[in-house]
């Protein structure tokens, strides 16, 4: 009886952390009108999906795309890129340090500035193509491959942004005064 009962107590501990782990995360956005990416985005387009360590797939979601914010939950985002239709999961990684709301912040907003005002031409080609170009400055790093992740480059501040291409892939992106200097995978 004792093992019964051990058994039954396991299986509600599981239960309650698999309800725990997939909990809704309260978002503002979920569901709002007049949603636009903020960075430019690089999802697998095979498999629809992002990551929140920002990994450097090849596919490019522009700056300043319209979506609509489905879900959000301990897990994941799903959004749909209303021009297309096509739906995409955004994976949270057990590394975060924002709490999600505030991660999710740097990516997608209610505001989006299109014009890029004040930023160099290179700036704007790299933004364009989605790439890291030399002489890039670091707003204009930002607009055109998103955030470094956190674990990996804990302030914008350094001169040394780590990004990853994949799970097992690196660029490394070098900066002096505020302009890209060199780029390294």
């Known amino acids: 009886m004792k093992r019964v009962i051990v058994l039954v107590a396991l299986f509600l501990l599981l239960v309650n952390s698999v309800l725990v782990t997939n909990a809704d995360v309260a978002y503002p956005l979920v569901g709002a009108s007049g949603v636009y990416t903020l960075v430019n985005l690089h999802p697998d387009e095979q498999r629809h999906r992002l990551y929140s360590v920002n990994y450097q797939q090849t596919g490019l979601i522009p700056l300043c795309s319209k979506v609509r914010i489905e879900s959000v939950d301990s897990r994941k985002m799903t959004f749909r890129l209303l021009d297309s239709g096509r739906e995409y999961e955004y994976v949270f990684h057990n590394s975060l340090r924002d709490p999600?709301?505030?991660?999710?912040?740097?990516?997608?907003?209610?505001?989006?500035?299109?014009?890029?005002?004040?930023?160099s031409e290179v700036d704007r080609k790299g933004i364009r193509s989605g790439t890291v170009l030399s002489g890039m400055s670091k707003r204009g790093v930002t607009l055109a491959i998103g955030y470094p992740p956190e674990h990996a480059t804990p302030s914008l501040d350094s001169d040394i942004w780590m990004y990853w291409i994949n799970r097992f892939g690196k660029m490394t992106v070098s900066f002096a005064n505020g302009k890209v200097v060199g780029i390294s995978r």
């Open 100 to 119: 999600i709301p505030m991660h999710l912040d740097k990516f997608f907003g209610k505001k989006c500035d299109a014009s890029l005002a004040g930023l």
